[in-house]
Each structure stands twice: as structure tokens, then as C-alpha cells.
């Protein structure tokens, strides 16, 4: 129970875009230089996610 709790207060920082662009909602409670690290994880988790699937894709060429 206490983990949805939780859950619920948990804010979305970071998205993305059709495009791919990283989106930061600056209505967050948190620091700016925060929104900055999550924003440069997020990007660097989506490039090497990219990347294991282009991976696995041309393995099985």
C-alpha cells in the first residue's frame, strides 16, 4: 500500500516527443540542475537502447 502511495506523487520530469526531442516539464517541484541530470540520463538511456536494438536487429542478419 505504501509503495502506491508513492506511486502517486511520483512526477513525470522528462518525456519525449514524436520527433525524439526531450521535453522537461518545468512546472516540477524539483531543481533545475535535477531536471538537467534526469533529462541527460533519460537521453543517454534512449540512444543506448537504440543501440542494443539495433544490435539484436543486425545480429540476425
Do not use: C, P, T, W
Not at 525524439?20 to 540512444?47: C, F, P, T, W, Y
Amino acid at each position: 500500500m505504501e509503495a502506491a502511495i508513492k506511486f502517486e506523487g511520483h512526477e513525470e520530469v522528462v518525456s519525449f516527443d514524436q520527433n525524439g526531442n526531450v521535453v522537461v516539464n518545468k512546472e516540477s517541484q524539483m531543481s533545475k540542475k535535477l531536471m538537467a541530470r534526469r533529462a541527460i540520463e533519460a537521453h543517454r538511456e534512449r540512444k543506448r537502447l537504440e543501440s542494443d536494438l539495433d544490435d539484436y536487429y543486425f545480429e540476425e542478419m
